[in-house]
């Protein structure tokens, strides 16, 4: 496969109107099954203080697709079987006629990184958190320390990203103490080779040390990304990856807005993180701990759900987030919860066309795999995306969201072409 083939297909999936008159009859449009998902069905995984610096952020909406790890295909045992759309059983009647292009939306992810000093430290057991807490420094010189195992498991699990990705870092502190920034350290682009090279010489020139203004930081993050969107520098689906080993550092508290920590973690939590996964632009907002955040767990937690990235088995607020913080050697953890968390970036969300009057209730979408008849992708909302939704679902901003073995299907084979047709009332599972 050439190059330029390789690049296409990854990034682009043709949509078009069947340039055809299609009647609208919804018992005869169909011919077939429900698909289930195989043993690749998906699951979910996956502010205020910064020394006067931190804002309101005023943001959007989201959602959640999980990565399965079944391989998609058609008509195979255990795998998706989508229904046929049999052409010739339509009575053909007064549907419209559309031709668009698309894209599967490409994600735009900001890596908000503790470098506090604490990240000098040998993980444990060579250093238990405890003593790390009040001595920042590593005691073995021929081990690495918690930076070191971080900067390498981030360098190594951005390989995974299609170059139709975005991608910056901030960094907390930035100044050995509590300060944050409004713009990252390395602004958000495409992750083409030159940017790659660009944060990972980024991540090698930064030494940690300071304090922990994770929840400055991360409402920064917030702004900063809401105001991209709005001046249309980025498009697509929007993301925080926050990666800490501690919680928010009672010096860096901001009065009179919160004078404790604590006080700026509700206000995180509580406000800022739903705000910015609210209707809108939509921010979702990953969370990983390493080693030394075992003291903060649950607030990491409630973020994550508040993030709507909350893991499977997330129960009252615990275990909703990447906990590293039990792991000595977590740097496959690491790697693994980064990889993880990336692949969920890969979002199935498609662009629609300009539909008449109806809206998306006149909107059908069909596949075609290989030149093979068509196939229709029924429209579910039974359940959400993420807990067993077998179809496309509408979602904000003139988009739909295509679920379980329909996404793992598309995510499988970028060569499947996607059609729609426009006027015909929309078809649900059968």
Not at 33 to 56: L, V
């Amino acid at each position: 496969m050439s190059g330029e083939r390789s690049r296409t297909i990854a990034r682009r999936l043709l949509v078009g109107a069947i340039l055809v008159v299609l009647g609208c009859a919804r018992d005869s449009a169909i011919d077939g099954e429900r698909p289930t998902a195989g043993r690749g069905a998906a699951a979910a995984d996956g502010g205020a203080s910064g020394r006067g610096e931190a804002g309101n952020a005023g943001t959007g909406t989201s959602g959640s697709d999980g990565a399965g790890t079944g391989e998609a295909g058609v008509g195979t045992a255990g795998r998706p079987s989508p229904p046929v759309f049999d052409a010739n059983t339509i009575v053909m009647s007064s549907c419209y006629q559309r031709s668009a292009e698309t894209e599967i939306l490409p994600p735009n992810i900001l890596f908000v990184i503790d470098r506090s000093g604490s990240m000098a430290c040998n993980p444990p057991p060579i250093t238990d958190s405890q003593t790390c807490e009040t001595d920042f420094k590593r005691t073995a010189t021929d081990q690495p320390t918690k930076w070191e195992i971080t900067q390498q498991a981030l360098v190594e699990s951005l390989k995974a990203l299609p170059e139709t990705a975005r991608v910056g870092v901030s960094y907390f502190s930035n100044d050995d103490s509590c300060g944050v920034h409004p713009s990252p350290s390395v602004p958000i682009s495409r992750i083409s080779p030159a940017q790659r090279e660009v944060i990972e010489g980024s991540l090698r020139n930064v030494q940690p040390g300071g304090a922990t203004p994770l929840v400055g930081a991360t409402v920064l993050a917030y702004r900063h990304i809401h105001d991209l969107a709005l001046a249309g520098r980025i498009s697509g689906n929007k993301f925080v990856v926050l990666i800490t080993d501690g919680k928010q550092s009672d010096s860096c508290s901001d009065p009179p807005r919160c004078a404790s920590a604590e006080q700026c973690t509700e206000l995180l939590v509580n406000g800022e993180v739903p705000r910015a996964a609210a209707m809108g632009v939509g921010i979702r907002t990953f969370v990983i701990g390493v080693p030394g955040s075992e003291q903060d767990q649950r607030t990491l937690s409630r973020i994550a759900l508040a993030g709507m990235t909350a893991r499977p088995g997330c129960e009252e607020n615990r275990n909703c987030h990447f906990d590293l913080s039990g792991r000595g050697d977590f740097g496959a953890p690491l790697q693994e919860a980064l990889i993880n968390v990336l692949g969920q970036t890969r979002t199935c969300d498609i662009r629609t066309p300009p539909s008449p009057e109806g809206g998306l209730d006149l909107v059908n979408l069909l596949f075609r795999m290989h030149g093979n008849e068509r196939r229709i992708i029924p429209q579910d909302t039974s359940a959400a995306c993420d807990n067993g939704a077998q179809g496309w679902q509408p979602i904000d901003g003139g988009r739909i969201r295509l679920c379980g073995a329909y996404c793992e299907l598309v995510k499988a084979d970028p060569d499947i072409q996607l059609e729609f047709v426009i006027g015909c009332p929309v078809q649900g599972p059968q």
